[in-house]
Every structure is written in structure tokens, then in C-alpha cells.
């Protein structure tokens, strides 16, 4: 299988109380890598990503900063961002988030990790703007990151575009939207059955050089 599905099944797992599953496509995840990695392909942006979210943080680190160094892009820098902030140093990252957004690229995950960096270093500006482009875009695109958005939030509810979370499950609202700033994205209604069959958006790093 893509590894991309495996993670996105383990995200589901993860969503849905199961980490003993979780923690077999994960690790099913290291084993594909690790074969594309002796196959001669670059995962280096992949694994620092899932290490970042699944993994080990310092190592994704390492992972970005070569992948970076060699190959500067826009995903790069975003993959680099990422990792920096989950290990624990935001400060560090906000420069390579904002360099990975300079060309205006519409992925909502680049928004969601500017969002979440702005946030922890209390830019609230950033930190409503860029979570609220993200849904925008892609109102379902990443599970745990639209949980993390509502678990940003203090409780559950309305994170944006319409969508409401309820103990991990999305719903659609029972009123209009009462945010301004996602007043003009499109509702969506997503039920948990069909959550569970979408897949997040993927983003090639090889795209939108730098």
C-alpha cells in the first residue's frame, strides 16, 4: 500500500480510540519507507512529517533540515516548519512557515501549520486567518488536524466552513455560521461515515519550487 493510506488509516484509528491498531499501520508506514528509502527515493520530506506527527520530533527535524538543505521548496520549508514547532521550538519555525506560504499556494495544510505556530506564539492575527483559509480550501482535509483545531479552540464545536465537532465527530451545524471570518466558505456537511472514507489531501514535494 501508499503510505499515505496507511497513515490515514491510522489517523482513523487514532480519531476513533483504537492505538493499538494505530500503531500497526504506523508502523507498517516505517517499513514502506524504509523500502522506497533502499530503493533509492527521496522520503526524507514523507518522514519527517509523519515522524513529526507520529513519530520522533528531533529526528524529523533532521530529516527536514537535510531534505531542506539539499532541495529548498516550498514543501520543504513547510515540512521543516513543522517539525521545528513540534519539537518544541516555534520561534524557529515561524520564518520557514511564512517562506513556505510566500508563493500563495492554495494547500490547506500550509495554512493549518502557519495557524497552529502563529497560535502558540500568541500572533492571534495568523492564528485565526490561517486555520480559517485551511478549512477554506478543504473543510475535511486532515482529521487530526481539524480535531487539533477544535482542541486549540478550548472545547468542541465550530472550527470553521460550517463544520462542527462533537467527541471527535463531525456534524453539520444546526445554524448558520457564526464566525466572520469563515462566513464565506462554503458548508459542508460531513457525517463520521463519510469522514472515514474521505482521504486528506497529499501534498507532492516536488511541487511549486521555491
Known sequence: PLPEF?????????????????????????LIQQLNADAGMDVDLELALF???HGD???A????????????????????????YKNGDPE????????????????????FHAGMIAQRLGRTADAQTHPGQALALNAT???PAILSLTKANGSDGEVGCGLMVTNGRFLQPPRPLSNPATAQCKQTAVSDTSVKKSKPTVSHTGANQR
Request: glycine letters at 2%; proline letters at 5%.
Open 6 to 30: 496507511a497513515i490515514t488509516l491510522g489517523e482513523l484509528y487514532l480519531a476513533t480510540d483504537q492505538p493499538e491498531k494505530a500503531q500497526a499501520q504506523f508502523d507498517l508506514v516505517h
Open 51 to 53: 515522524e513529526a506527527n
Open 57 to 59: 520530533p528531533a529526528q
Open 61 to 84: 527535524v533532521r530529516l527536514a533540515t537535510s531534505a531542506y538543505d539539499r532541495r529548498p521548496s516550498i514543501y520543504a520549508a513547510d515540512a521543516l516548519s513543522w517539525s521545528l
Open 92 to 111: 524557529a519555525a515561524w520564518p520557514y512557515a511564512q517562506e513556505a506560504l510566500h508563493l500563495g499556494t492554495q494547500d490547506a495544510m500550509l495554512h
Open 141 to 143: 482535509f486532515s482529521i
